[in-house]
């Protein structure tokens, strides 16, 4: 269908190209985490608090460094801390703010989920070379706003 678009829908074909592309590698890496029990916003939010400070992060914070931006952050972390992989407590110095860090149970999943996506990725871009792999990843950046 993509060949039908005229030569003017260059963009669009490009377009469609990067959402389906993105679609079936997320698609894979969704069925790779929901076999460990996670979705992927709490996979994110798990790997914010392993390489974020080791005393935790806000919830606000944590919605910064988000990929895939979910209005309800506090809620996402409520099924993460009944399942032990995650602990919240109030901050000292500012009582309102209420700071989240993840525990040994969510980094071993982590270690365990973590090594399984790589070897995914490591499939998925099989198909590139090193250098093609590098000069996509320059080109898409450069497609990105940049923030400010």
Do not use: N, W
């Not at 993509?2 to 890496?29: F, H, N």
């Not at 916003?41 to 005393?55: A, F």
């Not at 606000?60 to 988000?66: E, K, N, V, Y």
Request: hydrophobic fraction near 40%; charge should be positive.
């Amino acid at each position: 269908m993509d060949s039908q678009y005229p030569a003017s829908g260059s963009a669009l074909r490009l377009y469609r190209s990067l959402i389906t592309t993105m679609e079936v590698l997320r698609s894979q890496k969704g069925t790779l985490l929901k076999a460990h029990g996670l979705s992927e916003t709490q996979y994110e939010l798990l790997v914010i608090l392993k390489y974020g400070p080791q005393d935790g992060l806000s919830c606000s914070h944590i919605a910064q460094h988000m990929i895939c931006h979910d209005p309800d952050v506090t809620r996402i972390l409520d099924r993460l801390e009944k399942r032990g992989m995650v602990a919240r407590r109030r901050d000292p110095a500012d009582r309102r703010i209420v700071v989240t860090r993840v525990l040994p149970t969510g980094l071993a999943l982590l270690d365990i989920v973590e090594a399984t996506i790589a070897s995914l990725h490591a499939q998925q871009f099989a198909v590139l070379l090193p250098d093609e792999l590098e000069r996509l990843q320059t080109q898409i950046t450069r497609m990105r706003p940049v923030p400010g």
